[in-house]
Structures are given as C-alpha cells and as structure tokens.
C-alpha cells in the first residue's frame, strides 16, 4: 500500500513541479517582453550634442524611469547601415545629411504607468514626439496577467486533485490498520497517540516522492528547455540554477504537506469509536 | 461505582436500544448482563465504555457522567477500564508479551514499569511460558487470557466483557471464568454480557437481564433463564 501512495505522491509532486517551472518560464518571458517595451523618444533635428546629453540628464530623473541610452545622430547612422548589411553601402555619401533623429531609448520600471511617463517626457524641451507602443504594451500585460492567473488556478487545482488521490491511497493504508486503530481506542490511546504515526508516514512518503520527482527534474530540466529553445528562439529561458531552490522549497512543502494532510483527513474517520 | 439513571437510547429510525433503565453496581461486584440479541446489552457496555451517549438519563462511572465527557478525555476513561471481547482482538503481528505491554505504552508508561508490570500478569493469567509466541500460534483459550492480561494490565477498578467466552469450548471457558472469578477477589468490578447459561447458572452471582432495551430482571445470585 505505501508503494501505491508513494507513486501517487511522486506522480502528483512531478506534475506539480512541472507546473510550477512553466509558470516561473512564462513569467520570465513576461518580464523579457516588458523590457522591450521601451518608450523612444525623438528629438528635434536641430538639437545639438549638449542639449541632446541635457534632455538625456533629465529623462533619466524621471520617476518611473529604469534606464535609458542615448542614440544620436552618428549612432543612429550607423546602426540603420548595419541593419542593412550589404546593402549599407546605399547610404554612402549621406554621412553628413541631417536626416536621422537623435533618439533616447527609455526602459521602464512599471510598464503599467508607460502612458504617464509619456506624458512626462514629452514635456522636456527639445523632444518633438515619444512613440510608446501602447499596443504592444498592452498585449504583453493582458498576456502576463493571464498566465500568472491560469497558473495560480491551475495549482489550485492540481493541489485538491493531489491531496484528494493521496487521501484515498493512504485511506487503503488506514483501512489495513482499521483494526489495530480500533484496538487502540479501546486500550485507551488518544488520538493523537493514533494519529502521529500515520502522519509521518505520510510526511516520509511525501518527502520521497519529493527526492524522487525532484532528481528527474533536475535532470531533465536543461535537455528539455535545450529542445524548447530550438523551436522558441526569440525568448531565453530560465538557467536551472535560478530556479532550482525555489522549486525545491516548493515541491518539498507541497510534498510533505500533501502528505501530512491526507493521512490526517483519512484517518479522522476511524478515530470516531 | 457504575449507576444508570433513567437511561435511554434511541438509534437512528427510532430503533430503542435502552428504554429508561436504571441501576446500579458497587465495587468489587460481579454482574451478568443478560438478555436475548437485540435486547438492549451492547448498548448498555456501550454507553460504559463512551462509545454512544444516551438520548436522555446518564451514564456514571466512578462519579464521572460519561455522557457529559468531552470527546477527548475518553481515551482517559478506558484507561481505568479493562474490556475483553469475544473475538479477543489481538494484534497478529506483536507476540503475546508485546500485546500486552502495548497496552501499557499507549498510556505513556516507562520502560522499565512496563518490563516489570507485563511478566507478573503473564504469570497470573498463566502464560509465562507463551510470551514470545505470536496469537496465531496459541489456542483460543490461550488468546482469550492474553486479552485478559491486556486489559488488567493497566489495573483498571472495572472489566468489562462481552460474551468472553462465546468462541471457547466448556472446558476452556471454565478455566477462563476461573481466572475471571480470581481477578473478581482481587477487587476489580467486573460486567460480563453473557449467553451461555451453564456458566450464568454455575457461578451464582447477580444477574440484571434486558428485554427489548427494558430493565426485566435484577437479583442477587440469579440464574441464566431468560425464557423462550
């Protein structure tokens, strides 16, 4: 019977932590779509080095402001020739025209508030225009928001799933031992006396299921996520070593808690003589 | 010590398991709780032991209302009790020594008032010699006397037994109502339920019968005739 549980257990714990490492992935993409959803914010044609270093200055006071790199003139040139590759050589002889802007590209705390922050800069003198992607922005945050509700549901739920199968494969486990409870009660143990064994049985087979799924996701996290990213190129995924602690604590509290619970929840009935 | 006052029981469908009885037993007393099935017997060892509280009257052990107990110090209360039952329950898988000693261990005792305590009542109820054999290995008398050494292994002041020797042959049951008359002079109180009337008849002692949950009967040295 306790083989029985402790497959349940492990089955559960590795599903969970599976879920668990896919909503830590989907948030980290979430945060890498946020951060490039800049603001750009264009200067009028006219402005000099000085004055463009000055607006740079004060950008970067702004509140909600994380960072920002300035992009003049020369630079935006010769980005734009790169982005062309071979055809670069189109823009030859124009080095001197004035017909790139200087830009500032300006990443922010709390994409959230991007508009205010439009607003604020656009009120520094020397800015013609500030483009914010408000589309995309929006897409992003609707798209995060969702991911990190389905996952909280989903956990939710994967967590009444588990602690409902595990309660009823040690509920056979308690049923083996009906008699012997019963003998107990009559003996005169208290149910806590009754209990406590039953409840770290539980915790161990917790703890071993943990041990167990733990290691096979340990090891097949990098190969997994290595496959993953030949299909997905365009977003990095989280190093196992920035999330294997927190999984860890989460998978072994989710185990062992898991558990705890279900030997008490099964055993509450026969305590009942 | 144990007083039934005006007690009643009533189960789920209005199945009457007690109708209003009342009675009382000193210490030291030895009691025969008679009665056909269905009459009302196992409610009444029920009710002693805190299984079910009564729908109305109440249930005294040693000044204690059980049926005011909360649920968490009954445990305490069978500490102070002893019950044997017919199909003695024992745990296959601990030897005659340790069945008897978990008793002890439940209740929290040392180690060592344990290794002392068990081998005296091994020795009283005559099994010394089968400390170290597992139930299976042992006749039903043999088993019967085990669960007699767990439940006087606490010294409780009352045993309760229901139809102790309703799985033994006459022979056996005379040497285990032996043991029980013995522990009886020692002092314990003890109410045994009971169908076999050679046994009611032999040992002469105070008999109360039910009938349909009704007390019908309660005298000193009575005998088993419980009618058709």
Same mark, same amino acid.
């Not at chain 1, 943990?210 to 996520?225: D, E, G, Q």
């Given at each position: 019977?306790?083989?029985?549980?402790? /497959?349940?257990?492990?089955?559960?714990?590795?599903?969970?932590? +599976?879920?668990?490492?896919?909503?830590?992935?989907?948030? *980290?993409?979430?945060?890498?779509?946020?951060?490039?959803?800049?603001?750009?914010?264009? =200067? *009028?044609?006219?402005?000099?080095?000085?004055?463009?270093?000055?607006? *740079?200055?004060?950008?970067?006071?702004?509140?909600?402001?994380?960072?920002?790199?300035?992009?003049?003139?020369?630079?935006?040139?010769?980005?734009?020739?790169?982005?062309?590759?071979?055809?670069?050589?189109?823009?030859?002889?124009?080095?001197?025209?004035?017909?790139?802007?200087?830009?500032?590209?300006?990443?922010?705390?709390?994409?959230?508030?991007?508009?205010?922050?439009?607003?604020? +800069?656009?009120?520094?003198?020397? /800015?013609?225009?500030?483009?914010?992607?408000?589309?995309?922005?929006?897409?992003?945050?609707?798209?995060?928001?969702?991911?990190?509700?389905?996952?909280? +549901?989903?956990?939710?739920?994967?967590?009444?799933?588990?602690?409902?199968?595990?309660?009823?494969?040690?509920?056979?486990?308690?049923?083996?031992?009906?008699?012997?409870?019963?003998? =107990?009660?009559?003996?005169?143990?208290?149910?806590?006396?009754?209990?406590?064994?039953?409840?770290?049985?539980?915790?161990?087979?917790?703890?071993?299921?943990?041990?167990?799924? *733990?290691?096979?996701?340990?090891?097949?996290?990098?190969?997994?996520?290595?496959?993953?990213?030949?299909?997905?190129?365009?977003?990095?995924?989280?190093?196992?070593?920035?999330?294997?602690?927190?999984?860890? +604590?989460?998978?072994?509290?989710?185990?062992? =808690?898991?558990?705890?619970?279900?030997?008490?929840?099964?055993?509450?009935?026969?305590?009942?003589? | 010590?144990? $007083?039934?006052?005006?007690? !009643?029981?009533?189960? @789920?469908?209005?199945?009457?398991?007690?109708?209003?009885?009342?009675?009382?037993?000193?210490?030291?007393?030895?009691?025969?709780?008679?009665?056909?099935?269905?009459?009302?017997?196992?409610?009444?060892?029920?009710?002693?032991?805190?299984?079910?509280?009564?729908?109305?009257?109440?249930?005294?052990?040693?000044?204690?209302?059980?049926?005011?107990?909360?649920?968490?110090?009954?445990?305490?209360?069978?500490?102070?009790?002893?019950?044997?039952?017919?199909?003695?329950?024992?745990?296959?898988?601990?030897?005659?020594? $340790?069945?008897?000693?978990?008793?002890?261990?439940?209740?929290?005792?040392?180690?060592?008032?344990?290794?002392?305590?068990?081998?005296?009542?091994?020795?009283?109820?005559?099994?010394? &010699?089968?400390?170290?054999?597992?139930?299976?290995?042992?006749?039903?008398?043999?088993?019967?006397?085990?669960?007699?050494?767990?439940?006087?292994?606490?010294?409780?002041?009352?045993?309760?037994?229901?139809?102790?020797?309703?799985?033994?042959?006459?022979?056996?049951?005379?040497?285990?109502?032996?043991?029980?008359?013995?522990?009886?002079?020692?002092?314990?109180?003890?109410?045994?339920? !009971?169908?076999? &009337?050679?046994?009611?008849?032999?040992?002469?002692?105070?008999?109360?019968?039910?009938?349909?949950?009704?007390?019908?009967? @309660?005298?000193?040295?009575?005998?088993?005739?419980?009618?058709?």
């Amino acid at each position: 019977m306790t083989i029985a549980s402790f /497959i349940t257990v492990t089955c559960c714990l590795f599903l969970f932590g +599976v879920f668990v490492i896919f909503s830590m992935n989907m948030n *980290y993409i979430g945060k890498q779509l946020e951060q490039q959803c800049e603001l750009q914010a264009y =200067m *009028y044609l006219e402005t000099d080095e000085p004055q463009q270093r000055a607006v *740079y200055e004060k950008v970067l006071q702004l509140d909600n402001v994380y960072d920002a790199t300035l992009e003049t003139e020369r630079q935006a040139f010769e980005n734009f020739k790169k982005q062309l590759g071979e055809d670069g050589d189109l823009l030859d002889g124009l080095e001197d025209k004035d017909f790139l802007r200087s830009s500032i590209k300006i990443t922010l705390h709390d994409i959230r508030k991007s508009n205010d922050t439009k607003k604020a +800069v656009e009120k520094i003198s020397g /800015i013609e225009k500030v483009e914010n992607y408000q589309d995309t922005v929006g897409k992003v945050l609707s798209l995060t928001g969702a991911v990190n509700k389905g996952s909280t +549901v989903g956990m939710i739920v994967l967590m009444i799933i588990a602690v409902f199968i595990i309660q009823n494969t040690i509920k056979l486990s308690v049923f083996a031992r009906e008699k012997e409870i019963h003998i =107990m009660k009559f003996v005169g143990a208290t149910d806590r006396f009754i209990r406590t064994p039953f409840v770290i049985e539980g915790i161990m087979i917790g703890a071993l299921g943990f041990i167990v799924s *733990y290691a096979v996701i340990l090891f097949s996290y990098t190969p997994a996520i290595s496959t993953v990213k030949d299909l997905i190129k365009m977003f990095d995924f989280l190093p196992l070593q920035s999330c294997a602690l927190q999984l860890g +604590v989460m998978m072994a509290l989710f185990g062992t =808690m898991m558990g705890a619970i279900g030997s008490a929840v099964s055993i509450k009935r026969h305590l009942k003589v | 010590m144990i $007083e039934f006052k005006e007690v !009643t029981v009533v189960y @789920d469908k209005d199945i009457v398991g007690l109708d209003n009885v009342s009675f009382k037993i000193e210490e030291g007393e030895f009691v025969f709780l008679v009665g056909k099935t269905g009459a009302g017997k196992s409610s009444a060892i029920k009710l002693l032991t805190g299984e079910i509280k009564p729908t109305s009257g109440d249930v005294i052990v040693d000044g204690i209302v059980v049926n005011r107990l909360k649920r968490r110090k009954i445990p305490y209360l069978r500490r102070a009790q002893g019950v044997v039952f017919q199909d003695f329950r024992l745990l296959p898988n601990k030897t005659v020594y $340790e069945n008897v000693a978990f008793a002890m261990e439940i209740t929290g005792k040392k180690k060592k008032d344990i290794q002392r305590k068990v081998p005296k009542i091994l020795s009283l109820v005559g099994l010394s &010699e089968r400390a170290n054999n597992y139930p299976n290995e042992i006749s039903g008398g043999e088993q019967q006397r085990v669960s007699i050494a767990r439940a006087l292994v606490n010294s409780p002041s009352l045993i309760i037994a229901d139809e102790p020797t309703g799985n033994l042959d006459v022979e056996t049951s005379a040497e285990v109502m032996n043991l029980f008359e013995e522990i009886n002079k020692m002092g314990t109180t003890i109410v045994m339920v !009971t169908h076999s &009337e050679k046994i009611v008849n032999d040992m002469q002692k105070r008999v109360i019968q039910l009938e349909n949950g009704v007390l019908v009967r @309660d005298e000193e040295n009575g005998v088993y005739n419980i009618g058709a």
